[in-house]
Each structure stands twice: as C-alpha cells, then as structure tokens.
C-alpha cells in the first residue's frame, strides 16, 4: 500500500475545494476535511472522492500536516478562528500545523486573520493566498502519458514558503500550482482583489447591460451589435453573465473586499465596488438566479433568460416597495 506524502486538510468541501481535493489525491496525498453542518449531498461527495471525514476541528487539526481555507469570504476569518481554538485546547502539536487561507479578502483583511494564530504560540505557521481560476479539472487523456488537469493558480505570499516544507514542500507547491509573490502577508490577497475587480467586475456591467436592453427590448440587437462590432468583449461578457448566478451570493463580499483594498491600498474611493457588490446581492437575493447551484442550472444558462430573470426579480421588488 502507498503512503500517503502527507494529509493535506480542506476546508470547506464546495465546489473549488472539492477539485482541489481530488487534485491532491490523484497526486499522492491524502485529504481530509470537517463537515459539521455541510448537506448530506455534501458528505456523500466527500466521502466518494476518498475525502477522509473528521467530526471535529480538533480532529483535523491534530491529523493534517497543512490546512487549506476555501470558503466564502465573509467565512475567511471565521474558519480560522476555529482552527485556532482547535490547536489552543488540550492538546499540543509536534510540528507546526500550516494554515494556508485562499479565500477573496483584502490585504487588511489578511493581516488580521494572520494575526488571530498568533494565540498558537507557533503551533501554526500562516500562509496568505488565493485561487485565480476555475476549480481543478481532470484533461481527457491525450496519450500514453495519460491524462493531466486543468489547474487555477495559486499565488501565494508570506514568510513560509510551501516548497520549504520539508519532505512534501516542493510536490504540494507543483500540484497546486502556487507561485510565491513576496515575503509579505497580503500581496497574494491584493493581487487576487486587483485580477477580480477586471474579471467579476465586467461581468457586473454587463448584467447591468443586458438587463437594461432587455426592459428596452434592444437585447437581440445589443448580442448582434457586440458580435459584430466588439467580439472581445462579447465574448467574455456571455461566458460571464452565465456562470455567475450560483456565486452570486459569495461574490458579494468579494467585491466589498475589492472595495476595501482599492481604497486602503489604492488610494479610491470604495463607491465603485460596493455598487458593484449591490450588483450581485441583487441577483442572490432578488430573483431567481439566487437558487442556482452548479451543475443543477435551471436558469440563466444563456443571455437572454439571464437578463429575463433579472428583469423579473427586479421588477417585483420595485413592485414590492412601491
């Protein structure tokens, strides 16, 4: 039997982390995360995929050699106040517990979650980062070779480094893809809220646009107009406007953090993206693209029934206020 390179914790088991999970198992590690209020549908995904299942963080932390955050971010600083309490109770670590946070938060935002594991006494070693990209997919096999995976990048930044980790370092940093940006906490979050506010930004214009020509009755001609006219913005546009509802509702905090970071680091004002995030608290709370779940869409699957259940869910609550 092959043993594992190490255990490798994942918090939580969505849709990212469940492909950051599989990625790491079909690399030789093992992966284990704490499903404490997660669906049944959740647990039964983990556990088909190998993912060990731990009843408590206590657990957890006692078991894993690193731990990754992948949560929504208005959880970020929660969850890793969990793992400190997990790590503060009775019992006391051999080796350091690396704590690697790649959620969508503000370099500020990092700093203080940094801070919080300074209650370990250094029993946890913390690692700012993020995920630009789509969850870990598996490539159709192409050759003898066998198959590879489509993989996000992983920027990271801090004074701990994931290849110096001794023994397992330098094959976790290659199979998750990370680059180390700098020696200080927050650069990987600020690089990841500069790269979003151009990506989930658009996307917000152009539900905005399509939605508006959609009430003018100008849509077909809008699509015909950027088709022909701006194909390079089309095209991302409708890529965007389509996957966007099922992460609506974790987007929200996301721009509110690209708001906080562009006024702390940039100097603006946070107007632009706290409109941004009404945006998408609009299409979580308001219509019905905020029921979307990934790989079970009823809704929104193209433009037109995109901008269409916008109209609706806008209309109502226009309705609704009046």
């Known amino acids: ?12 088991i969505g849709d990212m982390g469940m492909g950051i999970a599989k990625l790491l198992i079909a690399n030789g590690f093992s992966v284990a995360t704490n499903c404490k209020g997660r669906s049944d549908d959740t647990i039964e995904r983990a556990k088909s995929a190998q993912v060990e299942i731990f009843k ?3 657990h957890l932390a006692e078991a894993c050699d690193v731990i990754l955050s992948v949560v ?5 600083a929660a969850t890793a106040q969990r793992i400190v309490d997990a790590v503060t109770g009775p019992f006391r670590r051999s080796e350091p517990l690396y704590f690697a946070d790649l959620n969508a938060v503000a370099p500020s935002t990092a700093k203080n979650i940094a801070a919080l594991f300074e209650q370990t006494r250094g029993q946890v070693r913390f690692i700012d980062g993020a995920i630009i990209g789509h969850p870990p997919t598996l490539k159709p096999s192409i050759d003898a070779s066998g198959a590879g995976w489509n993989v996000p990048s992983i920027p990271v930044s801090g004074p701990y480094k994931i290849p110096e980790i001794p023994g397992y370092g330098e094959k976790l940093s290659a199979v998750l893809n990370t680059r180390h940006v700098s020696d200080e ?19 917000s214009l152009a539900i905005q646009s399509f939605t508006t020509a959609k009430r ?11 088709q022909g006219f701006a194909p390079a913005h089309w095209k991302p546009a409708e890529r965007g406007v389509i996957a966007m509802a099922p992460k609506a509702y974790r987007w929200v905090r996301e721009m509110e953090e690209i708001a906080l970071t562009f006024d702390e680091e940039g100097g603006f004002p946070q107007d632009l993206f706290q409109g941004v995030a009404k945006v998408y608290q609009a299409v979580a709370e308001d219509t019905v693209l905020g029921q979307e779940k990934v790989g079970k869409r009823k809704r929104g699957t193209d433009v037109n029934d995109m901008a269409a259940a916008m109209a609706e869910g806008l209309e109502n609550k226009k309705k609704k206020n009046d």
């Open 72 to 76: 929504p971010p208005k959880d970020a």
């Open 216 to 226: 003018l009755g100008v849509l077909d001609e809008l699509q015909s107009e950027l």
């Open 185 to 203: 906490i927050g650069r990987a979050s600020g690089l990841k809220m500069c790269f979003a506010s151009l990506t989930k930004g658009f996307t």
């Open 1 to 12: 039997m092959t043993v594992p390179l190490a255990k490798i914790g994942v918090v939580s």
């Open 56 to 58: 408590s963080d206590e």
